[in-house]
């Protein structure tokens, strides 16, 4: 009997390919958009600016004051954050960690790019509330930025510049250092015995966390109502489209760094993860729009604490000490 036996270099050659196309589906390319390619010095610059309290009207607040590095860009401990003069907002500070490749941004999607959204905070009344041409003159009037930005930008000093610098600076924002990451990559050691628990019941039927929060991110982008109250106080989704059956559906936010995040939800309402795993337990509340996926799951109390631990291998904590995202010196 002949035996057809293929050259190694080709089996070497099909494995690693097939290695590379893991790698791919599960950290995809970093999306860059063509207008705004990544340099070393853009960068630097959007990271001065993220953290520079001259960004807002009365120099009180920068980027960094709502989304802090040791809580994964966060603003752990605030169910919803405050704005200048002590303005509260009602929304909760989502995490930045691989900001980079949400499909769109705010808790209702309504921006579709990084560069964009951040006009946002800049200019809203009830967060850093300047004028986009009286801090492209507070910029202009500081030599150290007219240095920096003529070096990136041939146009120098503009509100989209500022953005756009911004924006390069968030792309780097990657978090992909956790016990499960690490886990996934082969240490079987990584994660707990009940982590691992935690993570069968996560991607299972019986947990059905997958189903919105999927692949490398823990979000499939797509929104959703949670039946988090009976009634919807704030529209989310319905605030774009006007349709009331989009009332209180919001993006199914990333789950990574979630242990470093409290509290939660899109209003900061879930003060705990116990209690966010108590709500899905229970299927949410009896709401209008409540997602067809949303519904009591009869989870024990081990499966929620073994869930709870498999959410806690989602920390990275080499991200929320990684220099090259702190406050520059
Ligand atoms: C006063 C607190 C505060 C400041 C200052 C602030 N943010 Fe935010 N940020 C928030 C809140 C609250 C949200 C959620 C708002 C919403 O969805 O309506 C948010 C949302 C975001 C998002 C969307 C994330 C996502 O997944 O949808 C990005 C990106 C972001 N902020 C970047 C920035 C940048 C860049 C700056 C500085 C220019 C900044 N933020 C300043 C509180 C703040
Ligand atoms: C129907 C889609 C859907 C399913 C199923 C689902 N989630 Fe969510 N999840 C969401 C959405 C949407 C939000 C944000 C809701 C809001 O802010 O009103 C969210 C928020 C969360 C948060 C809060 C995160 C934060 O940063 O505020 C946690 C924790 C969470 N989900 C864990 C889970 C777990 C664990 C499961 C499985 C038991 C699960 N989710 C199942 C869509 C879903």
């Avoid at 390919?17 to 791919?24: E, K, P, T, W």
């Avoid at 492209?136 to 240095?147: F, G, N, R, T």
């Amino acid at each position: 009997m002949q035996t057809f036996l293929l050259p190694s270099r080709v089996i070497i050659g099909v494995l690693l390919l097939g290695v590379m196309v893991f790698a791919q589906v599960y950290f995809p390319v970093l999306p860059v958009p063509k207008d705004n390619p990544q340099t070393p010095e853009k960068i630097q610059l959007g990271r001065k600016l993220f953290y520079d309290t001259r960004l807002s009207a009365d120099d009180s607040l920068s980027c960094s004051s709502c989304h802090q590095q040791q809580f994964a860009f966060s603003n752990a401990g605030n169910a919803v954050s405050t704005g200048i003069r002590g303005q509260k907002g009602s929304r909760n500070a989502p995490s930045l960690g691989n900001v980079a490749w949400r499909k769109s941004y705010f808790w209702e999607g309504g921006s579709p790019s990084l560069e964009l959204q951040a006009m946002g905070p800049l200019t809203a009344h009830d967060e850093m509330a300047i004028e986009p041409r009286v801090l492209v003159a507070k910029l202009q009037a500081i030599p150290e930025y007219q240095k920096a930005f003529s070096r990136v930008f041939p146009e120098g000093i503009t509100m989209l510049n500022v953005t756009k610098a911004i924006a390069s600076f968030e792309r780097t924002l990657v978090t992909n250092r956790s016990a499960y990451d690490k886990y996934r990559a082969g240490d079987e050691k990584a994660m707990s015995v009940a982590a691992v628990r935690g993570m069968e019941l996560f991607f299972g039927e019986s947990g059905d966390c997958f189903h919105c929060h999927n692949g490398f991110n823990f979000t499939t982008e797509t929104l959703h109502n949670t039946g988090l109250k009976k009634t919807n106080p704030d529209l989310g989704l319905a605030r774009i489209t006007n349709r009331p059956e989009d009332a209180g559906k919001f993006k199914t936010p990333t789950l990574r760094n979630v242990a470093l995040t409290a509290p939660y939800m899109h209003d900061g309402s879930i003060a705990t993860l116990e209690k966010a795993l108590e709500h899905y337990n229970k299927g949410g509340e009896d709401n209008p729009n409540v997602d067809m996926l949303m519904r009591p799951l009869g989870l024990s109390k081990t499966e929620i604490n073994d869930l709870i631990e498999f959410l806690k291998a989602l920390t990275d904590v080499e991200f929320t000490r990684d220099p090259r995202f702190s406050a520059p010196k």
